[in-house]
């Protein structure tokens, strides 16, 4: 069975940084992207960086470039999020998910996800 699994939410001050974990198991694929997205209350869902498993090729979302860093650890199924710089706006459930059959970080869409996991909650204080 497919499923990821995140972590490494908390809480934090405007400012700081926090690094989401997300481990992967079942994959048995070689070419898919690994996504981040996030939901905050009230609002939709919002892509937030991804990265080619194959290449290791990145995408990131305007408000995220500069501060977030997408990884991955292909070796042992594994998706990190660095986030540094954190702001009170990027508040929100962060999740892991996977586009399979595609090794263009740009070439996914939320609805189209294949699989997904249960969030890691962000806190940003001011």
């Known amino acids: 069975e497919v499923q990821l699994q995140a972590s490494g939410g908390g809480l934090v001050q405007a400012g700081g940084s926090l690094r989401l974990s997300c481990q992967a198991f079942?994959?048995?694929?070689?070419?898919?992207?690994m996504v981040w997205f996030r939901q905050a209350p009230g609002k939709e869902r919002e892509g937030v960086s991804s990265?080619?498993?194959?290449?290791?090729?990145?995408w990131y979302a305007d408000s995220m470039k500069g501060r977030f860093t997408i990884s991955s650890d292909n070796a042992h199924d594994r998706l990190y999020l660095q986030m540094n710089n954190l702001r009170p706006e990027d508040t929100a459930v962060y999740y892991c998910?996977?586009?399979?059959?595609?090794?263009?970080?740009?070439?996914?869409?939320?609805?189209?996800?294949?699989?997904w996991g249960k969030g890691t909650q962000v806190t940003v204080s001011s």
């Open positions: 998910g996977a586009q399979f059959g595609t090794v263009d970080p740009t070439d996914w869409t939320l609805r189209d996800l294949d699989v």
């Open positions: 990265i080619s498993r194959r290449h290791g090729s990145s």
């Open positions: 079942g994959f048995t694929f070689d070419d898919y992207v």
